[in-house]
């Protein structure tokens, strides 16, 4: 009776052990803190290796333009590309991590498809977990490679030359500091064809040429309406064609030899964009007689002299209509009607910038209820602009501003909007500031030539 008692509660105390969970989360976690452990220290590992990997694609980059750039100014040569490809990286690569680090690099001539230098590096980084299991380190490697000569770069240079240009010595400081930027992006040449520049004046209007009055891209029918004669006695009362019929007279507009060049806003939303010319009215240019007319346009050029001169022949006049420089910007970098650039060679990359100087905030456009000349009502006439910037952007096209702010004026939030990015924006509170922020720009596009 005794036995069978004993054996009774020996079997309920197996059974209370087996169904006691309180000992078992300790045998449980030993048994899964292995490979918990062993993922974690792999994670930690490998994020070191990344880390050093990193940290040589940004050395081996900054290390290639570098060269790049020396082997296009002529002051290395070839035989020197290896140790000066050593010398770079040792000082731009500062993670500890990384052993057994080695980088080549290889250099390829010009054949007629530009320069390239590729460099090659590799390492590895000793593991603190991962080698309990076999694995004593992780290796890395990774290459960049800077093509340059294949490059070619369009710039257009569209300069305010509104009224207010005339004060503080703006114009008298701009013409030299345009002038030094041009001869900048002319050396960026090394053969014929590789830089194109354009200069495009903007006041409310664009001066395109007088001579192109036989053109189809240009739409008379607001300049016939305000350039003509009315008929009968007193005519002079009835300058436009509206108040010569409504005084039931006839009215003959001019011939359009007597056009002053200048051109004004597209219909919306072709005043936004590149669109070529058709035979829709709306996609073409409005002739305007205007008296603020600046100086004509200049094409795209590969004459840095003609450049110049051009900037020496700016006079101050008008009020100031940002959209209509960016808009022949623009247009002076695309292919077709109405300005024609050069056609593009398959075998080079083309860069395009835009750079828009102007001195003052938006006053006025085609639109009369956008602004008098003095005042922009409701930012209208900026919120065209950002359309146009988008799109402008969009096309591939990149963009500098600068805001010459002499007078105090807040500064230019449509300009800061326009620019591909905020180290592209500059504003200047006095003239003799005006020839360092272009040589700034200059000195930003010859980075542009390298990059790949």
């Not at 495009?200 to 036989?214: L, R, T």
């Not at 065209?384 to 805001?403: E, F, L, P, S, W």
Request: hydrophobic residues 35%; aromatic residues 8%; charged residues 20%.
């Amino acid at each position: 009776m005794k036995s069978n008692s004993r054996n009774s509660f020996g079997r309920s105390l197996l059974r209370k052990f087996g169904a006691s969970n309180q000992g078992n989360i300790a045998v449980l976690f030993g048994i899964a803190a292995v490979p918990i452990i062993s993922f974690v220290g792999a994670a930690i590992d490998y994020t070191r290796a990344n880390s050093a990997r990193s940290s040589m694609q940004a050395a081996m980059d900054s290390t290639a333009l570098m060269l790049s750039k020396d082997l296009a100014d002529g002051t290395i040569k070839a035989s020197d590309i290896n140790t000066k490809a050593q010398d770079y990286f040792k000082a731009l690569y500062t993670n500890t991590d990384a052993r057994e680090v080695t980088v080549t690099a290889e250099y390829t001539a010009n054949t007629g498809k530009g320069s390239t230098i590729k460099i090659n590096g590799s390492g590895n980084v000793p593991t603190e977990f991962m080698k309990v299991a076999g694995f004593p380190k992780i290796g890395f490697d990774t290459s960049s490679t800077s093509l340059w000569g294949n490059v070619r770069m369009r710039v257009a240079l569209a300069l305010d030359v509104t009224g207010s240009m005339n004060d503080a010595g703006k114009m008298t400081a701009m013409k030299p500091a345009a002038k030094a930027l041009i001869d900048q992006i002319g050396a960026l040449a090394k053969n014929p064809g590789d830089v194109y520049i354009s200069v495009i004046p903007f006041a409310k209007d664009v001066n395109v040429g007088a001579s192109n009055y036989e053109q189809s891209w240009i739409e008379w029918s607001e300049w016939e309406a305000a350039n003509g004669k009315c008929s009968g006695k007193n005519s002079g009362n009835y300058p436009t064609r509206s108040s010569c019929v409504a005084a039931g007279r006839t009215w003959t507009a001019k011939s359009h030899d007597n056009w002053n060049g200048c051109v004004t806003d597209r219909d919306q939303d072709y005043d936004t964009k590149n669109t070529t010319p058709t035979s829709d009215p709306a996609t073409k240019f409005y002739a305007e007689q205007y008296d603020a007319c600046p100086a004509q346009l200049l094409p795209l050029t590969t004459d840095m002299a003609s450049a110049k001169s051009k900037v020496d022949a700016l006079t101050p006049n008008g009020g100031t209509n940002q959209p209509i420089g960016f808009a022949w910007g623009w247009q002076s970098l695309t292919q077709g009607a109405p300005l024609h650039a050069p056609a593009e060679d398959a075998n080079y990359t083309y860069k395009k910038v835009l750079i828009v100087m102007s001195d003052g905030l938006n006053t006025q456009d085609r639109w009369p209820s956008y602004g008098n000349g003095q005042v922009q009502y409701n930012g209208a006439i900026d919120a065209r602009q950002k359309i146009q910037c988008d799109n402008i952007k969009a096309d591939g096209v990149i963009i500098y501003t600068m805001h010459v702010n002499t007078n105090g004026d807040p500064t230019s939030s449509v300009l800061q909007y326009c620019a591909s990015g905020s180290d592209k924006f500059s504003t200047v509170t006095s003239s003799s500031q005006i020839a360092t922020a272009f040589s700034a720009i200059g000195t930003s596009l010859s980075k542009l030539r390298v990059a790949k």
